[in-house]
């Protein structure tokens, strides 16, 4: 087991995933370790993500704890062996941890579910709307803080252009789509854009009208991120203090739900498609 020298959220995940299954085992973690061959502080290590494990040790793990999901097992496992550091680590230190733990979600989802009310999705943003988003940061950024906020929410958009892209849905209401971030022009070419985003067959564009009255998560934005099975998705939520990761199975349940009702009170993508050429036209 080797220490980590910064444990990322996905790390943090195995760690807990791994916690988890000790845990509904029933074995103590002192008991634990000795059955899994290592030492009761290594394994406290390991499951608060301070050291790394070896796949062939998760699979030992679950063993243990007598876990019979092979696929769950082979999925832990492969986080176990990612070595490889992300584009995103390049920001360490100049971004809030919040956007590189939000980058690292996004790439390894299997697909992405969000919902937004008063903003339009990173994922769809251009640089020039994304430009004006962070100018109202508060407290005030300096243009070199503007410019590196940018440049790592445009990267994020490999997700949807990459050769095996995720699949990617989202929900926007219409109050995202009439502010008109940086004036008529830069409001009308982010329309523009969702447009042409929107005709790939990967990437699903509904939107919520003013006249849909009230429905359930009108005041927050929600990230869903499916991951290789059910136990590691993940959903994101993004607060004025900063980014949250949530993963309890309750957790999971109530904002899969809520996706579900807010995808039933919006528009089709097709009727979508008219309602932003709609918009776009009155700029």
């Known amino acids: 087991m080797a220490a980590r020298p910064t444990s990322t959220a996905r790390r943090s995940r195995l760690a807990a995933e791994l916690r988890k299954l000790r845990e509904r085992a029933g074995i103590t973690a002192r008991e634990a370790a000795q059955q899994v061959g290592t030492s009761s502080g290594q394994l406290s290590n390991v499951e608060s ?7 062939d040790r998760v699979r030992i ?4 704890y007598a876990c019979s ?3 769950y097992v082979d999925a832990l496992a492969a986080m176990a062996s990612e070595r490889s550091t ?3 680590e390049q920001y360490r230190g100049i971004l809030p941890t919040g956007m590189l733990d939000l980058a690292e979600f996004e790439h390894h989802a299997v697909a992405l579910r969000t919902a937004y ?3 339009i999705p990173g994922l769809l943003q251009t640089a020039d709307h ?3 988003v962070f100018g109202q940061v508060v407290p005030e950024l300096t243009p070199p803080e503007i410019e590196h906020r940018v440049s790592h929410r445009i990267k994020r958009q490999d997700v949807i252009y990459r050769a095996l892209p995720i699949a990617y849905s989202t929900v926007i209401h219409e109050a995202a789509l009439r502010m008109r971030f940086g004036g008529h022009t830069t409001a009308r070419r982010q329309l523009e854009h969702i447009l042409e985003m929107s005709d790939h067959a990967h990437i699903s564009v509904s ?6 009255g009230a429905y359930p998560g009108s005041g927050q934005s929600v990230a869903y991120g499916v991951g290789p099975v ?3 998705d993940t959903v994101h939520l993004d607060q004025s203090h900063g980014s949250v990761l949530l993963d309890a199975e309750p957790q999971l349940l109530k904002y899969r739900t809520l996706l579900d009702r807010m995808e039933a009170v919006a528009l089709t993508p097709k009727k979508s498609q008219d309602f932003i050429r709609r918009i776009a036209k009155e700029l």
């Open 117 to 119: 009310t008063c903003h």
């Open 207 to 212: 939107v919520i009208p003013f006249d849909a």
């Open 61 to 64: 793990m679950a063993r243990v």
């Open 130 to 132: 994304a430009r004006e």
């Open 86 to 88: 992300g584009w995103w």
């Open 69 to 71: 999901d092979a696929v």
């Open 230 to 232: 059910p136990q590691l």
């Open 49 to 55: 993500a301070r050291f790394g494990v070896s796949p």
